[in-house]
C-alpha cells in the first residue's frame, strides 16, 4: 500500500460514508492480570447507538494515522505449514470471507488468544475486530459523465482491529443539583481510550485497486517503535525495517564509501538528487511509477552527481556488504531525506542548536579563521536577535 491507498481508506472512516460499510465489530476485554478474555461481545455494527458508532471510527481512524514505515508497516506473512490451523494469515483470510458471523467471532478469537499468549499488559486492554467492505470508484474518461462515476466501484472486503488501553476515572469533586451539595464522584466504570489506540492491524492491504492477502498493515503505538514480537507471533509476519533504521544503514554505508566528514555544499546536493526522486514520483502519481528506492548503481549515481570524488561501482557494493551484508539491498528515498517542507535538519553545537530546511543547508559551512572553528550561514536579510538588528561585523578584520 502506498500513503495514497491509506489516506483514501481513513478518510472513509466517518458516519454515513457509502463508500465503506462495517457489517460486524467483535470486542474483546482482556484483564492486566491474567492471560484470559475476561469478556467478549459481538454484534452487527448498525445496531450500537450512533454515539457509539462515532467513537469507535474515530479509532479505526486514528489506527490508520501516521506515516508509512514510521508508525504504519506493511507486513509480509511468514510461510504457513499445511497444518498450522492457527496462522493469522489463515484466520484473517478465512474470517473475511465466511458468511457465518459465528465463524468470524471464532476466527477473531483465536487472534486475541495469541496477543494474551505469552504477553504481560500494563493496563487492562480492549482489542476490536471489524469487518466490512470499502468501495473505491473507477476512474473515468472526462467524456463520460452521463453515467455516475459511483456506479462501478472497486470492492474490498477487509478486516481492521485497534488495540486499546483502559483507566479508571480520576476521582473529582462534583455539585449534586438534586441533593444541593457538594460530594466526591463515584465512578467506578473503566474508561476505554478509544482516542488513543496502542496498535492495531489492516487486513489485506491493497494495491492498484487489487487486495494483496500476503500483506498486512500493521500500526505501531509509536513512531519508530514496532513491537517486533507482537508482528511475529501474533501476525506471523516477517522482519521488517523502519525508516530511521534505513536512514541510520544509508549513513554508514555513505560514511563506509566516502568517510565520515563531508562539506554542507555535498550533503545538500545529496539531498537534493534524492528528493528530486521522490518530486517525479508525486508527478507521476497517476502512472505506472513504483516508490523510489537507492540500490547500489543508484547511491553511486548519487554520490558521482553531488560531487563526491573516487567513488566506483566496487567500492559501493562493497559498502552494502559490510553494512547491510546485502549488495541487493534497496533503501527507499523517502526514507533517507529529511522533510523539504520544514525545517527537519538539527545542528548541533555546545554553542547553540539550529534547525534549518534541507535546501538550505548549502548556505551553512564550518570555517577556521585564526586557529578557531566557526559555524557560518550565509544570509539576504537583517538578523534580529530579541528585537534588536545584528550589525555586520568583518570577519577577517
Known amino acids: 500500500m502506498n500513503k495514497k491507498d491509506i489516506a483514501a481508506i481513513s478518510k472513509q472512516f466517518k458516519m454515513d460514508s457509502d463508500l465503506l460499510k462495517i457489517a460486524d465489530i467483535y470486542n474483546v476485554y482482556i484483564k492486566q492480570e491474567s492471560s484470559d478474555i475476561y469478556h467478549e461481545?459481538?454484534?452487527?455494527?448498525?445496531?450500537?447507538?450512533r454515539e457509539q458508532q462515532e467513537l469507535f471510527l474515530t479509532n479505526f481512524k486514528k489506527v490508520l494515522g501516521g506515516k508509512l514505515d514510521v508508525k504504519l508497516f506493511e507486513v509480509k506473512f511468514q510461510s504457513q505449514a499445511e497444518?498450522?490451523?492457527?496462522?493469522?494469515?489463515r484466520l484473517l483470510y478465512q474470517g473475511l470471507h465466511t458468511d457465518d458471523v459465528g465463524e468470524w467471532k471464532a476466527d477473531m478469537q483465536r487472534i486475541a488468544l495469541k496477543m494474551v499468549q505469552d504477553i504481560q499488559y500494563e493496563k487492562d486492554m480492549v482489542v476490536t475486530f471489524i469487518r466490512g467492505n470499502y468501495y473505491k470508484t473507477t476512474k473515468r474518461n472526462s467524456d463520460e459523465t452521463e453515467i455516475n462515476v459511483r456506479d462501478e466501484v472497486y470492492t474490498t472486503p477487509f478486516i481492521l482491529s485497534s488495540m486499546n488501553q483502559t483507566e479508571l476515572p480520576k476521582r473529582s469533586l462534583v455539585f449534586d443539583f438534586i441533593?444541593?451539595?457538594?460530594?466526591?464522584?463515584?465512578l467506578a466504570d473503566t474508561v476505554i481510550k478509544l482516542a488513543s489506540p496502542i496498535g492495531g492491524f489492516l487486513f489485506p492491504c491493497f494495491t492498484d485497486n487489487a487486495a494483496d492477502v500476503n500483506h498486512i498493515l500493521y500500526a505501531a503505538g509509536k513512531a519508530n517503535k514496532p513491537?517486533?514480537?507482537?508482528?511475529?507471533?501474533v501476525l506471523n509476519g516477517k522482519e521488517i525495517m523502519t525508516a530511521e533504521e534505513d536512514k541510520a544503514v544509508f549513513e554508514e554505508i555513505v560514511k563506509a564509501i566516502i568517510g565520515d566528514e563531508?562539506?554542507?555544499?555535498?550533503?545538500?546536493?545529496?539531498y537534493d538528487e534524492i528528493n528530486y526522486m521522490l518530486v517525479m514520483e508525486e508527478e507521476n502519481e497517476?502512472?505506472?511509477w513504483s516508490t523510489p528506492t537507492l540500490d547500489t548503481k543508484e547511491v553511486e549515481r548519487v554520490l558521482k552527481a553531488s560531487g563526491v570524488k573516487d567513488v566506483n561501482t566496487e567500492k559501493v557494493e562493497r559498502a552494502f556488504q559490510q553494512v547491510v551484508d546485502d549488495k541487493t539491498y534497496e533503501l527507499k528515498a523517502s526514507h533517507i531525506v529529511p522533510s523539504y517542507a520544514s525545517k527537519s535538519i538539527k545542528i548541533s553545537t555546545k554553542?547553540?542548536?539550529i534547525t534549518i530546511s534541507p535546501q538550505d543547508l548549502r548556505f551553512v559551512r564550518q570555517v577556521n579563521h585564526n586557529g578557531k572553528r566557526y559555524l557560518m550561514i550565509e544570509v539576504e536579510e537583517d538578523t534580529m536577535i530579541?528585537?534588536?538588528?545584528?550589525?555586520?561585523?568583518e570577519l577577517l578584520k
Open 83 to 89: 497444518e498450522q490451523t492457527d496462522h493469522t494469515q
Open 286 to 288: 497517476d502512472e505506472d
Open 262 to 270: 563531508v562539506n554542507s555544499k555535498t550533503l545538500a546536493s545529496v
Open 351 to 353: 554553542v547553540a542548536n
Open 41 to 49: 461481545e459481538s454484534q452487527s455494527f448498525s445496531l450500537l447507538d
Open 179 to 186: 441533593e444541593r451539595e457538594f460530594k466526591s464522584s463515584l
Open 386 to 393: 530579541e528585537g534588536f538588528k545584528l550589525i555586520p561585523e
Open 227 to 233: 513491537d517486533l514480537q507482537f508482528i511475529e507471533n
